[in-house]
């Protein structure tokens, strides 16, 4: 039976990956999306978690593959690492997606949240040098579009993570990225539909902390810089 539903899956998928190509060369942006995600969705249910590893490189390198396609991609990608049955393969996906966003502006966004979900597994498992080199490869100060709480929470775990290997000096570059002033700012105020040609502001996700716990949380750290 499993034989038989991984015949069929394959089937679905190849159906799926042509009507892909015909939609891609079209240049249509909504059905290139919408083939790209159902392979996605199929692989998820049918719980093939390399098949899906699989497509998700397939598809972002295939002959002028829109953007649309590879951000609502990775976005649904994303919403499966939760999902996955053990760490290993939940490691491996978010590795998958962190090589396809790696240098695509578009997605900048979520391959900063893919790499403090990784650097997250690798503390936990007492690899806090490397979860702190892995937070250190992304600069969010130049991301437009992220939500001004959700940069400062990014810098904020760089600059934990820093102090936690005793790397003052780095940690005391990364402080400096955020302004004491920004924690008076009035957050609603961001712009959220900005003028055509300007970067679109993000919501923050639900687990960023507030600005009033932002500037809680950078001045207990640099207590712990500033204490022998």
């Known amino acids: 039976m499993a034989m038989e539903n991984a015949g069929n899956l394959e089937a679905a998928i190849e159906q799926l990956l042509n009507a892909e190509k015909q939609a891609r060369l079209a240049g249509d942006v909504a059905a290139t999306r919408n083939a790209v995600t159902e392979i996605l969705r199929m692989c998820f249910e049918a719980r ?77 498992q007492g690899l806090i040098a490397e979860a702190a080199d892995l937070m250190q490869e992304i600069a969010v100060e130049t991301f437009g579009a992220m939500a001004k709480t959700e940069k400062i929470a990014f810098i904020l775990e760089q600059v934990r993570l820093c102090l936690d290997r005793q790397d003052y000096v780095r940690a005391q570059i990364l402080s400096r990225k955020i302004s004491t002033r920004v924690f008076d700012a009035d957050v609603s105020k961001e712009k959220k539909k900005p003028k055509e040609g300007d970067n679109v502001v993000e919501e923050a996700p639900v687990d960023i902390p507030s600005l009033p716990e932002l500037k809680r949380i950078y001045y207990e750290l640099m207590i712990r810089y500033y204490s022998p």
């Open 48 to 124: 093939a978690w390399k098949t899906l590893n699989d497509q998700i490189v397939l598809l972002s390198k295939r002959r002028g593959q829109l953007k649309q396609a590879v951000t609502a991609m990775v976005q649904q990608a994303m919403q499966y690492i939760d999902e996955t049955p053990d760490l290993e393969t939940r490691i491996e996906l978010i590795k998958i997606l962190n090589s396809v966003s790696a240098g695509k502006i578009y997605v900048e966004i979520e391959r900063a949240r893919l790499i403090k979900k990784l650097a997250k597994i690798k503390e936990g």
